[in-house]
């Protein structure tokens, strides 16, 4: 099982990335799927998640309204646009996948099963 994220790279404030985060060896459209990130000397932290329905989308605050997730189940990916960029952004971001079945809190990292390697975000001001 392997989480491929991708994407990263050096924005100015106000710009827009997306990340792509590729699975093989699990079909993400049976998962609920996140995304978090972790900045120098931080604790990881959570951005986003949506669930296997795609019913509900869970925001950390400081991205609602900039940051949204989506899937293409035919390619087996998850995305992550990110809007509106800010310095504060800049982190190292992982996507994870998690059974639909948990009913764990969606903000937790321990309540992921699998994790991408992450990739690079640099938000310059």
């Known amino acids: 099982v392997q989480l491929q994220a991708s994407g990263g790279g050096l924005v100015q404030a106000g710009g827009s990335l997306r990340l792509s985060c590729a699975a093989s060896?699990?079909?993400?459209?049976?998962?609920?799927l996140g995304w978090f990130r972790q900045a120098p000397g931080e604790e990881r932290e959570f951005v986003i998640a949506i669930t296997w329905s795609g019913s509900t989308t869970y925001y950390a605050d400081s991205v609602k309204g900039r940051f949204a997730i989506s899937r293409d189940n035919a390619k087996n990916t998850v995305y992550l646009q990110m809007n509106s960029l800010k310095p504060e952004d800049t982190a190292v971001y992982y996507c994870a996948a998690r059974s639909p079945h948990y009913t764990d809190s969606f903000y937790a990292t321990g309540n992921y099963n699998y994790w991408g390697q992450g990739t690079l975000v640099t938000v310059s001001s």
């Open positions: 060896g699990l079909t993400l459209s049976n998962y609920a």
